[in-house]
């Protein structure tokens, strides 16, 4: 399963861009997103997500 970013509790701080081992996070506007295509499904991001914003979907 896919990980997803709440973008309405996202505080754009980029922890869990920095800790994707594939590089699947990128800012876009003001708040990041990942990419569906890339993401492996690790959850190093949710584990990183200070404010808890990332889920699986």
């Keep these: 399963m896919v ?3 709440d973008k309405n509790i996202c505080v754009s701080c ?3 861009a920095g800790n994707c081992p594939v590089l699947a996070i990128e800012q876009k ?3 990041y ?3 569906a295509n890339i ?3 690790c959850g ?3 584990s ?3 404010v808890s914003a990332i889920f699986q979907k």
Aim: with cysteine.
């Design 3 to 5: 990980y997803q970013i």
């Design 14 to 16: 980029g922890a869990c």
């Design 29 to 31: 506007d003001d708040k």
């Design 33 to 35: 997103e990942i990419n």
């Design 39 to 41: 993401c492996v499904s």
């Design 44 to 46: 190093a991001c949710e």
């Design 48 to 50: 990183t997500c200070p």
